[in-house]
C-alpha cells in the first residue's frame, strides 16, 4: 500500500495534523478511520495514534526542497527558535514544579507571577521569528494566532492552558510548531537537540 497521494486532499491533511499533534483524543470515528484503513493511524482506547507510515508520509508531504532559498530561509527562523524554545520548556517546569522539586500547588501568587513573567519574555521572543517564518512557510501564520488564543485563556484563569496535553495549550502549539520545523528541514530529533546545545551555549557566550 503506496502513501496518501497529494491529491486526496483530506487524508493528506489529517495525516500531517496527526502526525503534528502526535495524537487526537475524543475525534469521531468517521474522521479517523481512514487513516486507520490506510495504515496510517492506530486507535488505543480513546487516543488515535499515527503508524511509522503515516510518520514517513508527513516528512515526504512537508519537506522542503534540499538546498533551496526557501530551505535556507526557514532554517535560519528555526535556528532563532531554538534558543527560546530552551526557554518555554524552562517556563513549563517551573509552572508545574518549584525550584526544590516539589509540586506547585500555585498557592504562592508571588512565584506564579515570576513564571507569567518569563512566559511574557517567551512570547515576546517567539513573535519575530514566526513573522520571519511566515514569510516563507504557508500556513505558519496559524501558529501565533493559537499561541496568543492560548495565553489569553490562561490569563483569563484556565491554567491548563499553559502546558496540558489536553487542549490545544501554548505548550502543546509549541510542539506542534517544533514538530513541523523537524519534518519540513528533514531534521532528526537528536540533530536537533545537539543544535539547540550548541545555539543555547552560544548565546550564553
Not at 521572543?125 to 513573522?131: E, G, H, N
Not at 502546558?163 to 540533530?191: F, K, N
Request: a negative charge; hydrophobic letters at 40%.
Amino acid at each position: 500500500m503506496g502513501l496518501p497521494n497529494a491529491s486526496d486532499e483530506p487524508l493528506t491533511e489529517a495525516v500531517v495534523d496527526l502526525v503534528l499533534r502526535g495524537m487526537w483524543r475524543g475525534r469521531a470515528e468517521s474522521e479517523h478511520r481512514p487513516l486507520v484503513d490506510a495504515g496510517l493511524a492506530m486507535v488505543k482506547g480513546p487516543v488515535v495514534l499515527p503508524t511509522e507510515r503515516a510518520k514517513t508520509a508527513a516528512a515526504q508531504i512537508l519537506r522542503v526542497p534540499a538546498g533551496s532559498e526557501q530551505e535556507k530561509r526557514i532554517t535560519a527562523a528555526y535556528e532563532a527558535f531554538l534558543p527560546v524554545n530552551r526557554k518555554i520548556r524552562d517556563v513549563c517546569t517551573a509552572w508545574q514544579c518549584r525550584p526544590d522539586g516539589t509540586a506547585n500547588d500555585h498557592s504562592d501568587d508571588v512565584y506564579d507571577a515570576g513564571v507569567r513573567e518569563s512566559l511574557e519574555d517567551v512570547h515576546e521572543a517567539i513573535q519575530p521569528v514566526l513573522r520571519r517564518l511566515g514569510q516563507v512557510l504557508a500556513g505558519s501564520g496559524q501558529y501565533l494566532t493559537a499561541l496568543e488564543d492560548a495565553l489569553d485563556r490562561f490569563d483569563d484563569g484556565e491554567p491548563e492552558w499553559l502546558a496540558s496535553p489536553l487542549c490545544d495549550s501554548y505548550h502543546t502549539v509549541w510542539m506542534r510548531l517544533h514538530q513541523e520545523l523537524l519534518l519540513v528541514l528533514g531534521i532528526s530529533r537528536a540533530e536537533d537537540e545537539a543544535r539547540e546545545e550548541e545555539l543555547v551555549a552560544r548565546s550564553r557566550g
